[in-house]
C-alpha cells in the first residue's frame, strides 16, 4: 500500500501543473470568445481560487512521494509531535 | 464514567450551538436562494444575464471569503475561546443579513446599492467561515469519543435544514402578501423579498442569549488552565509538515468530494429542476424540500454507523454511489418531464397573442403565450416575445422564450425520489465529517487546523458547483448534463485520494 501511495504522489504532482495548464488555457479562449468585464471577472476569480490551489495538490503529490502519508497518527500521543517537527 | 455522566448535558450543547448554526445557514443560503430577485433589485437592468452573473458571483465571493474566514475566526477560537468566537460570528452573519435587507435597491441609491451588498455578504461569507469549525469542535469537545460522530451529526443536519427552513420562508412569504397568487408574487419581487432577510434578526437575538448562557468547551478549558494553548495557531497549523500534511489530506481526501456531492445534491440539482427540466418556481423548490426532510435522518444515521466501522468508508462509498449514478439520474429528471416523452391534448391548446406598440414608434412588443396540456396531467407555459417591426422583412434575430411546466403529482413524486437518493449521498459524505475533521487535529489548533480544508473543499469545490456547472452548459450548449463533468471528476479524484491515503481506524483518545 505505501508503494502505491508514493506512485500516486507522482499522478498527483503531474495533475496539478495540467490542472493549471487547463485552467489558463480555457480561461484566455473564452475571454477572446467573449471579451468583457463579466468574463474577465469569472475567470480572474476561478484562476485566482484554484491557482493556491493547485500549488497546494502539487505539495501533496511531493509529500505523498517522500513517504509521509506511509504512517498516519493513530493515537493522540502522536498529534502531539506537532510541536517538535517543525517544516 | 458511565454514559448518563458521560452524555449529561451534551443535549444542551448540541441544541444551543446546533440552533445558532442553522440559523448561520439560514441567513447565508436566503441571499442565494433570492438571486434572480437581488439582481433586479441592486444592479443594472440593462442586461439581465449581466445582473445575475452579478449576483451569482456575489453569491460565489460569499463562498470563497469562507476560507478567510476559517484562518481568522479559526485562530481566534484557538487563541482566546470557542464560545466567544462563535458568539462573535453570529453577531456578524445576523447583522449583515439584517443589513441586507434594509439596504434601498439601485434606483435609489445607485451603485452604492450593489457595493453594500457585496460588502455585507462577504462578511456573511467570513461570519461563515468561523461559525461551523466552531460548532463541530465545540460539540465534539463535550461528546464520549465513542459517540462523537453521532453527538456532531446533529451539527451536520444544520447546514441541509438551514437550506430547508429558507426555502419554507421564501415560498411561505411570497404567497402570503396579498390573496390573488399573482399579486402576492409581484409584491414579493418588490419588497417582500426583504422579509426573509429582516426576520433573521429575531433569530439571531434568540440564538446570542441561548449561546450567552454556554459554558467553554472542557477541554479547551483544561488546556487554558495548564498554559497549554497555542500562542500562534496559523503558525503551528500550516507551518509544520506532520500538520499540514493533514489540513492536504483533509482537503484533498474528503471535503473536496464531499463539497460538490453536497452542493449538486440540493443547489445544482434545485437549479437544474428549474432552468434546464423549466419547472416552475414553486414546485421546483418544493420537490427539493420534500426530499430535504425524508433525507435529513440519515445524517444521523451514517454518523451512528461511523462510530461502530468507522469514518472512512461510508465517505468514500457515498462519493463513489454519487459518480457512478450522477449522469443517470439527471438525465432521468430530465426525461421526466420532457415534452418528447408526453402526449399532447391538441384541443386544449391555447394560444394568446398581445401587441403592444412601443411609445414613438411604429414597431411593436409581440408577447405569443402557448398554453400546452398534456395527457398524464403536466401543462407547459411558453411565452415568446419579439419585436414587429413596422419595416417589411425586418424581425427580431432572437425572440424571448421563456418556459415553465407544471409538473403532474407521478413526475413530481418521481422527482422527489430521485432527488432523495442525491441527499441521501449528501448524508453518507457530510453526516462523519465533522467527527472526521475533529480527530484530525490536536485540541490546542483544531478550530484553525478544521476549519480551513472544511471551508475550501465545502465553499471554493462546493459552492461554485452551480456557477461552474452553469457555466459549462454555456460552454457546450448541445448536452444538458455537461455541468455534471465537474462534480464528477473533483468527486473522483477525491474518492481515490480518500481511498488510499486516509486512516478508517478512531482514536479513542482524541479528546486531549
Sequence with gaps: ?87 | MDNNNETKGIWKVIGASSLGTLIEWYDFYIFGSLAVVIANQFFPKTNPTAALLSTLATFAAGFIVRPFGALVFGRLGDLVGRKYTFLLTLVLMGGSTFAIGCIPNYEHIGFLAPILVLILRLIQGLALGGEYGGAATYVAEHSPAHRRGYFTSWIQTTATLGLFISLGVILLTRHMLDADAAKSIAKFNDWGWRIPFLISIILVVVSIYIRLKMKESPLYTKLKTEGKTSVNPLKESFGHKANLKMVLLALFGATMGQGVVWYTGQFYAQSFIENVCKVEFDQSRTVIIWAILFATPFFVVFASLSDKIGRKWIMIVGMLLAVLSYNYLFTNLYDTVDVKNKTEIVEKKEVKTTVTLIAATTDSIRKVVTKTFYTDGMSQVQTKTDTAYSTPGKTTKKPIVATSKTISSSDYWKMVGVVFILILYVTMVYGPIAAFLVELFPTKIRYTSMSLPYHIGNGVFGGLTPFIATLLTTIYVDNKIVGLMYPIIIGTICMIIGAIYINNKIDPEVNR
Excluded at chain 1, 495548464?21 to 463579466?38: C, F, M, N, R, V
Excluded at chain 1, 476569480?45 to 498516519?72: K, M, Q, T
Design chain 1, 1 to 87: 500500500m505505501n508503494a502505491l501511495k508514493k506512485y500516486m504522489g507522482l499522478v498527483w504532482v503531474i495533475l496539478g501543473p495540467l490542472s493549471i495548464h487547463y485552467l489558463l488555457q480555457t480561461a484566455s479562449s473564452e475571454i477572446l470568445k467573449k471579451p468583457g468585464i463579466d468574463t474577465q471577472i469569472q475567470w480572474g476569480v476561478f484562476i485566482g481560487v484554484f491557482y493556491p490551489i493547485a500549488i497546494g495538490f502539487i505539495l501533496f503529490g511531493l509529500y505523498a512521494l517522500e513517504g509521509n502519508y506511509d504512517h498516519l497518527p493513530e493515537a493522540s500521543e502522536e498529534l502531539d509531535d506537532y510541536d517538535v517537527k517543525p517544516l
